[in-house]
């Protein structure tokens, strides 16, 4: 549908811009390739007006959708936004990518990512070695000083009259290069198998080892791969789950799974490793330089030649115009060669990439004596204190600067609700940092602050809800913008949406045949549009969608009177009572009172099941990465951390009765929360312990992280808030020698 269209990009095909990318609302997207020009501007203007979405600081206009990649580059607000650390290497990358014409549904054109380590030989891997670190500022084929030589001699002394010099003969990016590291997974093995006569590689040139692939791109002279998005985030692709026969090395040795490094024990290991590699702060000095070579001013011209980064000119956009070549064979031709060659990604800047600002002063903060007593004074930012004795039981924390009202909503057992302003001011360590403020001018109290508010104007839901329910967490959702409260557990089996200014029910949502005992929403686009996902005492879920005009719309937008719901998801036996919906992986997971958690589609299709060891049977608790990992935490302090095609990557069992976990934006991190009052962080991968604050003086039952990362607020069951410091960089910086 039309009203799902999120965003509209331009795109090359076969280096002719008359290609057409449309993104839709379950982030995926279809790439259409038309006859020229001036149809695929007749095609956008009959689209939607989103422009490329809302991510990317830009005006949702139809010429948006028309310009550049380098208009696009200039005009977003992205790169600001990576250099003030707001948006990870890894999202800077796929962002570069993504406007300058790479995408995954062009395996000529697919988005390229960089070597980063060089070290595939160590049992043990220190990132604090400079050593351990590629070159950025060089191109693959001049990291290696002998074969530098071999490049910079074949350009000197080029003698073909009809092809201009160039270093290299292949790309850093092809089909084929994408297709040889992707060939042990589908729908990858048959695009391979098809391109070369239903026959695999000859298994000395099939890919199997990390370390021999990093070898022979130092030293052999026609191989120049740089890597695939996939290596950070797809431990998959190392291993043959499908056991196709590869053959046998000249060794005689099988080629089987991909061989890992000695400091990889397992392909969760080599991923996570090397997602920290790249988010290292070596390679965030250095990457920008990279950028330069790939996408930037090194890219092509006299310092492209100066910096060995040149390849055939039938790489390059403007190189060649087929609608001008009228011989079919000849066109046949060219074409062939332009996928062969590979295609150069779209120059999106002619001058220097600016540098990354210093992370070092998020590691290490300067912490005067004086200024802290002890550790919980440390810790802890402030404490808000609420007339009601009746627990929080959540927490959500909208923080992001351009909301209208950035906020920390909390709702409590008693259905009381409060929208507590977020703005920024002196935080406590002399550092720009963030506090809290009471929005409803209720008596807060703030240690070490203490401000005497009056009045009060509270907010209370008053329907009746079914008296079998017991109020928790999942029983809420927060929009993103803060405006609306969507609660559930009512006696006629509705979920209900409250507006947080007035209090006012505004839309009653009916669907189940039961009472609907748990409520998820995915992460929201700017614009508000997200999946949110009840579950019922009937043992099924269904998916609605959230509207940015604010109502849960069906399959019929017009009518908000009595949506549909876009998809049933079953296989429960038992009520559902924990669920998360992850829209970026297009999947729901849901845990009922007993048995296994289930993994559906977005549109409704049962993947699978989730197994845990035999005393994981009754799931509580439900966290789930963009990465792909799942948390999931049953009764008596049990947690398993699964992939999300199912495995088992490690569990643990905590002396608390846990009721609020949540992940870190970027997956690695645990922060969990229960009645002992102790706040806990843990290495999601293995749950190594990170860090314990001081214990609390009453239970935790709900959690939030500011949009920064730098705050952590809780719920307690004494009624009160606690926002707390939180410093994941820290911990990742003391811990990430150990690998």
Same mark, same amino acid.
């Given at each position: 549908?039309?009203s799902?269209i999120r965003?509209?990009?331009?795109?090359r095909y076969?280096?002719?811009?008359?290609?057409?990318?449309?993104?839709?609302a379950?982030?995926?997207s279809?790439?259409f390739?038309f006859?020229?020009?001036a149809?695929?501007?007749?095609?956008?203007?009959?689209l939607?007006?989103?422009g490329v979405g809302t991510?990317y600081g830009?005006p949702?206009?139809?010429r948006?959708?028309?310009?550049t990649p380098?208009?696009?580059?200039?005009s977003?607000?992205?790169t600001q936004?990576?250099?003030?650390?707001?948006?990870?290497?890894f999202e800077?990358?796929?962002?570069?990518?993504t406007?300058a014409g790479r995408?995954?549904?062009?395996?000529?054109q697919?988005?390229?990512?960089?070597?980063?380590?060089?070290?595939?030989e160590?049992e043990?891997l220190?990132?604090t070695?400079?050593g351990?670190?590629?070159d950025?500022s060089?191109?693959i084929?001049?990291l290696?000083?002998k074969?530098?030589?071999?490049?910079?001699?074949?350009?000197?002394?080029?003698?073909?009259? &009809?092809?201009p010099?160039?270093?290299?003969?292949?790309?850093?990016?092809t +089909?084929a290069?994408t297709l040889?590291?992707?060939?042990r997974?589908e729908?990858?093995?048959?695009?391979f198998?098809?391109?070369n006569?239903?026959?695999?590689?000859?298994p000395d040139r099939t890919?199997?080892g990390?370390?021999?692939?990093w070898r022979?791109c130092?030293r052999?002279?026609?191989?120049?791969k740089?890597?695939i998005p996939?290596?950070y985030y797809l431990?998959?692709?190392f291993?043959?789950s499908?056991?196709?026969?590869?053959?046998?090395r000249?060794d005689?040795?099988?080629?089987?799974?991909?061989d890992?490094?000695?400091w990889?024990?397992k392909?969760e290991d080599?991923?996570?490793?090397n997602r920290m590699?790249?988010?290292?702060?070596?390679?965030?000095? &250095?990457?920008?330089q990279?950028?330069?070579? !790939?996408?930037g001013?090194?890219?092509?011209?006299?310092?492209?030649?100066r910096?060995?980064?040149l390849?055939h000119y039938?790489s390059?956009e403007?190189?060649?115009?087929?609608?001008?070549?009228?011989?079919?064979?000849?066109?046949?031709a060219?074409?062939?060669?332009?996928q062969?060659?590979g295609?150069?990604?779209?120059?999106?800047? !002619?001058e220097?990439?600016?540098?990354r600002?210093s992370a070092?002063h998020?590691?290490?903060l300067?912490q005067?004596?004086?200024?802290?007593k002890? &550790?919980m004074q440390?810790?802890v930012i402030?404490?808000?204190?609420?007339?009601s004795?009746?627990p929080?039981?959540?927490?959500a +924390?909208?923080?992001l600067?351009h909301?209208?009202?950035p906020? +920390?909503v909390?709702?409590?057992?008693s259905r009381?609700?409060?929208?507590n302003?977020?703005?920024?001011?002196?935080?406590?360590?002399?550092?720009?940092g963030y506090s809290?403020?009471q929005a409803h001018?209720?008596?807060i109290?703030?240690?070490?602050l203490?401000?005497?508010?009056s009045g009060m104007?509270k907010r &209370?839901?008053?329907?009746l809800v079914?008296?079998?329910?017991?109020?928790?967490?999942?029983?809420?959702?927060?929009t993103?913008?803060?405006?609306?409260?969507?609660?559930c557990?009512?006696?006629?089996?509705?979920?209900?949406v409250y507006?947080?200014?007035t209090?006012?029910?505004?839309?009653?949502v009916f669907?189940?045949?039961?009472?609907?005992?748990c409520?998820?929403r995915?992460e929201s686009? !700017?614009?508000g549009?997200?999946?949110i996902?009840?579950g019922?005492r009937?043992?099924?879920l269904l998916?609605?969608?959230w509207s940015g005009?604010?109502?849960?719309i069906?399959?019929?937008?017009?009518?908000?009177?009595y949506?549909?719901p876009r998809?049933?998801?079953t296989?429960?036996d038992?009520?559902?009572v924990?669920?998360?919906?992850?829209a970026?992986?297009?999947?729901?997971i849901?845990?009922a009172k007993?048995?296994?958690c289930?993994v559906?589609?977005?549109?409704?299709d049962?993947l699978?099941a989730?197994?845990g060891?035999e005393n994981?049977?009754?799931?509580?608790?439900i966290?789930v990465s963009?990465e792909?990992h799942c948390?999931?935490?049953?009764?008596?302090?049990r947690f398993?951390?699964?992939?999300?095609?199912?495995k088992?990557?490690a569990?643990?069992?905590?002396?608390?009765s846990?009721?609020? !976990?949540?992940?870190?934006?970027?997956?690695?991190?645990?922060?969990t929360g229960?009645d002992?009052g102790?706040?806990?962080?843990?290495q999601?991968?293995?749950?190594?312990?990170?860090y314990?604050?001081?214990?609390?003086?009453?239970?935790?039952r709900?959690m939030d992280?500011?949009h920064d990362?730098?705050?952590?607020?809780t719920?307690m069951?004494?009624g009160?808030?606690v926002?707390?410091?939180?410093?994941?960089n820290?911990?990742h910086?003391?811990?990430?020698?150990?690998?």
């Amino acid at each position: 549908m039309f009203s799902e269209i999120r965003a509209v990009f331009s795109r090359r095909y076969l280096l002719q811009n008359t290609g057409l990318e449309v993104f839709m609302a379950n982030r995926t997207s279809v790439m259409f390739n038309f006859p020229d020009q001036a149809t695929v501007k007749k095609v956008v203007y009959s689209l939607p007006r989103v422009g490329v979405g809302t991510s990317y600081g830009l005006p949702q206009a139809r010429r948006i959708s028309l310009a550049t990649p380098r208009q696009l580059f200039k005009s977003s607000n992205m790169t600001q936004r990576w250099q003030r650390r707001e948006i990870s290497n890894f999202e800077y990358l796929m962002f570069l990518n993504t406007i300058a014409g790479r995408t995954y549904n062009d395996l000529n054109q697919y988005p390229v990512f960089p070597w980063v380590l060089t070290n595939y030989e160590s049992e043990e891997l220190d990132l604090t070695l400079p050593g351990n670190f590629r070159d950025l500022s060089k191109p693959i084929g001049a990291l290696n000083p002998k074969r530098a030589v071999f490049y910079a001699e074949r350009y000197e002394t080029w003698e073909e009259d &009809q092809t201009p010099p160039y270093h290299y003969n292949n790309l850093y990016s092809t +089909a084929a290069s994408t297709l040889l590291w992707l060939v042990r997974i589908e729908p990858f093995t048959t695009f391979f198998l098809n391109a070369n006569d239903n026959k695999f590689d000859h298994p000395d040139r099939t890919f199997s080892g990390i370390a021999r692939s990093w070898r022979n791109c130092q030293r052999n002279t026609s191989d120049v791969k740089e890597l695939i998005p996939e290596f950070y985030y797809l431990p998959e692709m190392f291993v043959n789950s499908n056991t196709y026969e590869l053959g046998l090395r000249e060794d005689r040795t099988a080629v089987c799974d991909v061989d890992l490094p000695p400091w990889a024990k397992k392909p969760e290991d080599f991923v996570r490793i090397n997602r920290m590699a790249l988010e290292s702060e070596f390679v965030s000095c &250095q990457l920008h330089q990279w950028i330069d070579l !790939i996408f930037g001013y090194k890219q092509r011209g006299p310092e492209a030649v100066r910096g060995l980064n040149l390849f055939h000119y039938l790489s390059y956009e403007g190189s060649v115009c087929l609608d001008t070549i009228a011989d079919t064979l000849l066109r046949e031709a060219m074409e062939t060669q332009i996928q062969c060659f590979g295609q150069v990604p779209s120059q999106l800047l !002619i001058e220097p990439h600016p540098p990354r600002s210093s992370a070092m002063h998020l590691c290490f903060l300067p912490q005067s004596p004086l200024m802290f007593k002890d &550790q919980m004074q440390q810790d802890v930012i402030m404490v808000l204190k609420f007339p009601s004795n009746s627990p929080v039981t959540h927490v959500a +924390a909208n923080t992001l600067p351009h909301l209208s009202i950035p906020a +920390a909503v909390t709702v409590t057992c008693s259905r009381l609700f409060a929208v507590n302003r977020w703005h920024n001011t002196v935080g406590l360590r002399g550092a720009p940092g963030y506090s809290l403020e009471q929005a409803h001018h209720l008596p807060i109290e703030m240690d070490p602050l203490i401000a005497n508010n009056s009045g009060m104007n509270k907010r &209370q839901i008053t329907d009746l809800v079914d008296q079998s329910i017991q109020i928790n967490t999942h029983c809420f959702v927060v929009t993103a913008d803060n405006r609306y409260i969507l609660v559930c557990g009512f006696w006629d089996k509705s979920f209900r949406v409250y507006s947080t200014e007035t209090g006012k029910l505004t839309q009653i949502v009916f669907g189940h045949w039961d009472v609907v005992t748990c409520l998820a929403r995915s992460e929201s686009y !700017i614009g508000g549009d997200c999946y949110i996902v009840s579950g019922s005492r009937d043992a099924t879920l269904l998916l609605w969608y959230w509207s940015g005009r604010h109502h849960i719309i069906g399959d019929n937008p017009n009518n908000s009177d009595y949506p549909a719901p876009r998809a049933v998801l079953t296989g429960h036996d038992h009520e559902v009572v924990c669920v998360s919906v992850c829209a970026e992986l297009g999947l729901v997971i849901s845990g009922a009172k007993e048995g296994p958690c289930l993994v559906h589609t977005i549109t409704g299709d049962l993947l699978r099941a989730l197994e845990g060891p035999e005393n994981c049977l009754r799931p509580r608790l439900i966290s789930v990465s963009s990465e792909g990992h799942c948390i999931i935490c049953y009764e008596r302090g049990r947690f398993c951390n699964f992939s999300i095609n199912g495995k088992l990557l490690a569990q643990m069992e905590v002396n608390d009765s846990t009721r609020a !976990i949540l992940l870190s934006s970027d997956g690695q991190n645990l922060v969990t929360g229960g009645d002992n009052g102790v706040v806990e962080v843990w290495q999601a991968c293995d749950f190594k312990q990170l860090y314990i604050y001081p214990g609390c003086d009453a239970g935790i039952r709900a959690m939030d992280l500011s949009h920064d990362q730098r705050t952590l607020i809780t719920g307690m069951a004494s009624g009160s808030i606690v926002a707390f410091n939180i410093d994941f960089n820290r911990w990742h910086y003391e811990h990430q020698n150990r690998y």
